[in-house]
């Protein structure tokens, strides 16, 4: 195995030999095996320790999803995932937040293994998952219900998120009532008025239009700045992870395992017009293209993004 993953390297590496100096990867498929055999590296939040998985249908068609993946997520770290579709993104998601489980490797969340959903990770899906018989206001607290929470806290848990999201006047508003961008706002403040460390997001913004999108990422780095959360969001822009993260991290085709990880370090708000925008985005499509043109049964989603 490890084998096949070096030379996937190297393929890459005369790829990455022609950067521009500023771009820095800090963490290549390289150090994915160097750290596989030095388990003595500083343990993040999250720690996803080698994590295999392996789909078997009932007539015994197996996918391999997921392979070897390692990736240390620190507190507060904001990471984006991006990677050609099907290399096992959000199942990964998944099995952070304790709705899969690996057929091999293991996820520790606050150093203890995590094979179930846990209080202190919450999840906004790219569909909007609102339960249509609440209200906006009922949605936002519906963890809170299910905590058996005083009425007094979520009232006031309530407050606090309408006022976050801008939707006091929505409060008594039924999700049909609502547009996607909005529902997709209360899916968010219903994920963090369960006050969770960790908030996983799976292509939250992919069912919206390119400005409800734009609108979507600046109020979701707003919410995140006054209310800081370590977070882990799948995307297949290229765009939108700039734009977001701290840390980019690129996996390879089907199975999924970590090829790059790169810091994102131009301050916050981004423009579109910094140079370095557009040089990290020709860096990371140049990645998903080797794979593109590797990997046969890949899709161009990112690249009819960049002609756009
Ligand atoms: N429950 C499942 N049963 C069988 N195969 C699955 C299941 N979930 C995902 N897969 C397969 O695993 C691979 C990775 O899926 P997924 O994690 O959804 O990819 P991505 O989110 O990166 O597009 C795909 O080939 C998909 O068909
Ligand atoms: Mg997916």
Redesign the pocket.
């Known amino acids: 195995m490890k084998q096949q993953l070096s030379s996937t390297n190297t393929q890459y590496s005369l790829k990455a030999a022609s950067l521009p100096e500023e771009i820095k990867p800090v963490y290549t498929l390289t150090n994915a095996i160097m750290h596989e055999s030095n388990p003595i590296q500083e343990k993040g939040l999250i720690s996803i320790q080698g994590v295999d998985k392996i ?1 078997v ?1 009932e007539r015994g068609h197996r ?1 391999h ?1 997921l392979s070897n993946t390692w990736i240390e997520v620190a507190e507060k770290d904001f990471i984006c995932i991006v ?1 050609p ?7 990964l998601l998944r099995i952070v937040a304790g709705l899969e489980q690996a057929s091999s490797g293991q996820v520790l969340f606050q150093e203890q293994v995590q094979n179930k959903p846990h209080p202190q990770i919450g999840m906004v899906f790219q569909q909007y998952s609102l339960l249509p018989w609440r209200t906006v206001e009922e949605n936002i607290i519906l963890g809170l219900e299910i905590d058996r929470s005083s009425a007094h806290k979520k009232k006031e848990t309530a407050e606090r998120y309408l006022e976050l999201i801008n939707m006091k006047q929505f409060r008594h508003s039924y999700p049909f009532e609502l547009s996607g961008g909005m529902q997709q706002r209360v899916a968010i403040a219903r994920a963090l008025a369960n006050d969770p460390q960790v908030l996983l997001m799976d292509e939250p913004f992919g069912a919206l239009d390119a400005h409800t999108r734009i609108l979507m990422q600046r109020e979701l780095l707003r919410i995140w700045e006054k209310n800081i959360k370590t977070v882990l969001f799948v995307t297949h822009s290229v765009d939108e992870a700039i734009y977001l993260a701290d840390r980019i991290l690129v996996m390879s085709a ?1 199975p ?1 395992q970590v090829k790059e990880i790169i810091d994102v370090d131009m301050p916050r708000p981004r423009t579109r017009s910094n140079p370095r925008y557009g040089q990290l985005s020709e860096h990371i499509l140049d990645m998903l293209e080797f794979d593109n043109i590797s990997q046969s049964d890949t899709n161009n989603e990112y690249f009819s993004e960049v002609h756009a």
């Open positions: 789909f249908s996918v999803a990677g579709s099907g290399c096992g993104k959000s199942t089907r999924g």
